[in-house]
């Protein structure tokens, strides 16, 4: 049973560019959380989706940022026209029930590194 | 306000010695706390959770006790050894997602010096 899946591991781009981050969860896992990381600094909660819908959206940016979990496929986080601010490592989660209340461990892919030149 | 606050911020011990990372949350209702190890440029990982039913959980080296009565939980790592050195995480359910999500702590970079 692979883990979470992320690609790709490192991406580059400059300034304006769009940036697609993809998420496989593990198998038979249909919840989803995205979480963004600076250097030195903790993760922070970004979005939870399950298949097809946006549960809570609360922690990502309101412009440029997108995130969805198709019925079919990975979950993408999308960045548009991208900004030196969100160099970051972002990583993304999977549990097979919701976290809470029923206290499923959340298991992390190996992240994407996001450099903004 | 949701909020789970983590401290130290950095631990630098002696191997072989204890280290003790301690995490307050503001919701009395939460009832489930993990702890995630990140080593360097790698993913978090789950080491050790407890649930409010218990006020203790040990894993050989690793220990977690909770204080649901002051709202705070704390990690303990006995004998610490090289391998230990990492940024550890602690998480709760708090506030408005806490009937499916965490907040977690800031971080706590733990050093074992040789």
Redesign the interface.
Not at chain 2, 20 to 29: E, F, G, H, P, R
């Given at each position: 049973n692979a883990g979470v899946m992320q690609n790709p591991r490192h991406l580059v781009r400059r300034r304006g560019q769009e940036a697609r981050l993809r998420c496989s969860p593990m198998k038979g896992h249909s919840h989803v959380?995205w979480y963004r990381q600076l250097p030195?600094?903790?993760?922070?909660?970004m979005v939870?989706l399950q298949k097809e819908n946006i549960?809570?959206e609360s922690g990502m940016p309101k412009e440029r940022f997108s995130a969805e979990f198709p019925k079919e496929g990975p979950s993408i986080l999308r960045i548009q026209q991208v900004v030196r601010g969100d160099s970051a490592a972002y990583?993304c989660?999977s549990s097979p029930l919701?976290?809470?209340?029923l206290?499923n461990?959340?298991f992390?892919?190996?992240?994407t590194r996001l450099t903004v030149l | 306000g949701e909020n789970v606050e983590?401290h130290p911020s950095t631990l630098s011990v002696q191997e072989g010695d204890s280290a003790v990372i301690k995490c307050t949350y503001s919701d009395s209702a939460s009832?489930?706390f993990?702890w995630y190890k990140q080593e360097l440029g790698?993913?978090?990982?789950?080491i050790i959770?407890i649930?409010s039913n218990v006020g203790e959980k040990k894993d050989q080296r690793i220990a977690v006790t909770l204080n649901k009565t002051a709202k705070h939980f704390s990690l303990h790592i006995t004998e610490t050894q090289p391998e230990d050195s990492a940024v550890y995480?602690c998480a709760a359910?708090v506030g408005f997602?806490?009937?499916?999500?965490?907040?977690?702590?800031?971080?706590t970079?733990l050093i074992i010096k040789p």
């Amino acid at each position: 049973n692979a883990g979470v899946m992320q690609n790709p591991r490192h991406l580059v781009r400059r300034r304006g560019q769009e940036a697609r981050l993809r998420c496989s969860p593990m198998k038979g896992h249909s919840h989803v959380y995205w979480y963004r990381q600076l250097p030195e600094e903790g993760l922070k909660f970004m979005v939870y989706l399950q298949k097809e819908n946006i549960i809570d959206e609360s922690g990502m940016p309101k412009e440029r940022f997108s995130a969805e979990f198709p019925k079919e496929g990975p979950s993408i986080l999308r960045i548009q026209q991208v900004v030196r601010g969100d160099s970051a490592a972002y990583f993304c989660a999977s549990s097979p029930l919701a976290t809470v209340p029923l206290n499923n461990e959340q298991f992390f892919g190996p992240g994407t590194r996001l450099t903004v030149l | 306000g949701e909020n789970v606050e983590q401290h130290p911020s950095t631990l630098s011990v002696q191997e072989g010695d204890s280290a003790v990372i301690k995490c307050t949350y503001s919701d009395s209702a939460s009832n489930y706390f993990p702890w995630y190890k990140q080593e360097l440029g790698k993913r978090p990982q789950l080491i050790i959770d407890i649930r409010s039913n218990v006020g203790e959980k040990k894993d050989q080296r690793i220990a977690v006790t909770l204080n649901k009565t002051a709202k705070h939980f704390s990690l303990h790592i006995t004998e610490t050894q090289p391998e230990d050195s990492a940024v550890y995480f602690c998480a709760a359910p708090v506030g408005f997602r806490s009937n499916y999500q965490l907040i977690w702590g800031a971080g706590t970079k733990l050093i074992i010096k040789p």
